[in-house]
């Protein structure tokens, strides 16, 4: 931007910019995940605590179940991420 440019000229092209990113942040793409990966993961987090209660874990499990991810955020941290087969680059 230049430098002599006035107050109100900046005002409103910084009101702009605000405007297209609202509007983007409403009807712009959005990240989204496949129902099956949804519902493997809830999967996952259901044979986690199940397995906790056959250990005889129950305190621990009813913790996880009133988690809102049923502490699946910490368990995939630890995991090691699966290498995709990549393309390899020339």
Same mark, same amino acid.
């Given at each position: 931007?230049?430098?002599?440019?006035?107050?109100?000229?900046?005002?409103?092209?910084?009101?702009?910019?605000?405007?297209?990113?609202?509007?983007? +942040?409403?009807? +712009?793409?959005?990240?989204?995940?496949?129902?099956?990966?949804?519902?493997?993961?809830?999967?996952?987090?259901?044979?986690?605590?199940?397995?906790?209660?056959?250990?005889?874990?129950?305190?621990?499990?009813?913790?996880?179940?009133?988690?809102?991810?049923?502490?699946?955020?910490?368990?995939?941290?630890?995991?090691?991420?699966?290498?995709?087969?990549?393309?390899?680059?020339?």
């Amino acid at each position: 931007m230049h430098e002599n440019v006035s107050e109100v000229a900046r005002f409103r092209e910084q009101q702009a910019l605000q405007e297209q990113a609202a509007l983007l +942040g409403l009807t +712009g793409f959005a990240i989204t995940a496949r129902h099956d990966f949804i519902e493997a993961r809830a999967q996952r987090g259901a044979e986690h605590i199940l397995r906790l209660i056959a250990e005889g874990k129950e305190a621990e499990a009813l913790t996880l179940v009133n988690e809102p991810q049923w502490g699946l955020e910490a368990e995939e941290q630890r995991e090691p991420v699966k290498e995709s087969s990549r393309q390899e680059e020339p």
